[in-house]
């Protein structure tokens, strides 16, 4: 069973740059599709972005296209998630997941998560 810890989260001022970093252990690393989601106060958690296992493809949800970019190491089994032009918005619980599927992982379906990491954004 992969575990992941994530990891990169903070204080911010509105305007600024963060990289989450998620390292994977204990599992094929490179035959998982990987994604972030966000959990903001008192909302839903909610899909942010995917990346096969290979890196050959990525999905974002929309309100974050343009703005943040997830990529893969597959030599340090670690998935990152650079988040640019930050704003208040964007403060939750960023968590990573791990899933046999990149097709089905937007939806929440995934085999690991992990404890999440917290990112708050000053206005």
């Known amino acids: 069973q992969v575990q992941l810890v994530e990891s990169g989260g903070g204080l911010v001022q509105a305007g600024g740059s963060l990289r989450l970093s998620c390292a994977a252990s204990?599992?094929?690393?490179?035959?998982?599709?990987m994604g972030w989601f966000r959990q903001a106060p008192e909302k839903d958690r909610e899909f942010v972005a995917a990346i096969s296992g290979s890196g050959g493809m990525t999905s974002y949800a929309d309100p974050v296209k343009g703005r943040f970019t997830i990529s893969r190491d597959n030599n340090k089994n670690t998935v990152y998630l650079q988040m640019n032009i930050l704003k208040p918005g964007h403060t939750a619980v960023y968590y990573c997941a791990a899933a046999r599927f990149f097709s089905t992982i937007r939806g929440g379906t995934a085999d690991a998560w992990g404890r999440g990491t917290l990112v708050t954004v000053s206005s």
């Open positions: 204990g599992g094929a690393f490179s035959s998982y599709a």
